[in-house]
């Protein structure tokens, strides 16, 4: 997991806990962070789909679009001009999974956007962005919004943590009832309470990036402690490291930036067409990158990400070759390992247009040797958000 050698790393908040828990520290995206605890990755991993895994993904940029004239359709509409989801539809308490494209329709990140619902605040929106991105993000924005839009970071002042899996809800309910009525990409603004000395106030979403039911929770550094330090006491809630996340969100057949997602690939290919609302499908709809897309769109592009179940046991990394039957180069892996869930190998990678369907045999070259392998539809695992109680 380690994709950065720099001798000068940040560390969040909550690194001093991190070495409390024992855990392996590595060098990622610029920060010092916790690749695994001694529990170890596959325990890790089972554990989130089991009861309830707590990460720290701090390192990850927070910051928040406001204007001058405290009217949303001026910050939607300044946002809509680098990203292809529909930003002005947003209702207070939203949330909106998206991209910011560069002119070529090339993905430069991937991120969250929220319209906050707070009384008075119900303009501003709230990004989560990648930490291995959110210099440049940061950037970009700043060139792009208009005179009047303000860029907020603050990522100096807030840490963010995600609790993930199907005793989430129960455990942070004990906080604050409330987050248990949140539906899958909704949040809210409330404080936290439940054992804590003193409340924390906190934003709360009911979204994640592990398949899994749970939440993300921004809050003051210091406050962020605190609640941590009071969540590990449930019995349920074990910490988790970068090992088992990356598993986990591939389980899910979620992308992962700079590996299966990036500057060359547009949404599209990328599979990613179901965050791109339909008026927004035009190649006049106004943003960076909307003719790529649209093209895409129109011809249906010349490759996808699928999702590859290797036979066996041996993982397909990524780099690795795909070819079709014949020996032909179809497509590159571009996340693979194993899946402790699935019990056995996974991946995900690029192939051209005439191999995406599921069912369809293609090789995989590991070693030298060609292995074979099956087209599956994604995800591995199935995701168990929380969209509301049935009737």
């Given amino acids: 997991m380690s994709d950065d050698t720099t001798t000068e790393l940040k560390q969040t908040a909550l690194h001093a806990t991190h070495v409390a828990l024992g855990a392996k520290m590595v060098p990622f995206a610029g920060y010092d962070m916790p690749v695994q605890y001694p529990l170890g990755v596959k325990g890790e991993h089972l554990h989130t789909r089991e009861k ?19 009217d949303f359709a001026t910050v939607a509409k300044a946002l809509e001009k680098l990203v292809p989801a529909d930003i002005q539809s947003l209702k207070p308490g939203q949330q909106r999974y998206s991209q910011f494209l560069n002119e070529d ?113 921004s809050a003051k550094h210091e406050d962020m402690v605190r609640l941590v330090e009071e969540l590990l006491k449930y019995d349920d809630v074990e910490p988790i490291g970068l090992g088992a996340r990356d598993s986990l969100r591939l389980e899910a057949g979620l992308c992962l930036y700079g590996h299966d997602i990036d500057t060359t690939v547009s949404p599209i290919e990328a599979g990613l067409i179901w965050s791109v609302q339909k008026h927004r499908r035009d190649a006049k709809a106004g943003y960076l990158g909307a003719k790529r897309v649209a093209a895409d769109l129109a011809d249906k592009t010349t490759k996808r990400l699928v999702g590859i179940k290797p036979d066996g046991k041996a993982p397909a990394r990524e780099h690795t070759e795909i070819q079709d039957m014949d020996g032909n180069v179809i497509g590159e892996i571009t996340s693979g390992g194993f899946g402790p869930t699935v019990e056995g190998p996974i991946a995900m990678g690029y192939v051209t247009r005439k191999f995406v369907k599921a069912g369809t045999p293609v090789q995989l070259i590991v070693r030298g040797k060609a292995r074979p392998a ?8 199935p995701h168990n958000y929380f969209r509301g109680h049935s009737s």
């Fill in 374 to 381: 099956t087209v599956v539809r994604l995800p591995f695992s």
């Fill in 105 to 217: 329709g090339g993905i430069l990140d991937d991120l969250m956007i929220s319209r906050l619902a707070m009384k008075g605040y119900e303009h501003a929106l709230y990004l989560v962005v990648n930490a291995g991105c959110k210099e440049a993000d940061y950037k970009h924005l700043k060139k792009h919004m208009p005179k009047g839009v303000n860029v907020m970071i603050k990522d100096d002042t807030l840490s963010l943590i995600a609790l993930q899996g199907p005793r989430a809800a129960a455990i942070l309910g004990c906080f604050a009832p409330e987050v248990e009525d949140l539906i899958f990409m909704t949040h809210t603004d409330l404080e936290l309470k439940g054992t804590l000395a003193e409340p924390v106030w906190a934003h709360v979403s009911r979204s994640g990036y592990t398949g899994e039911d749970g939440y993300e929770i």
């Fill in 52 to 70: 309830a895994g707590l990460f720290d993904v701090s390192h990850m940029g927070q910051v928040f679009l406001m204007s001058d004239d405290k």
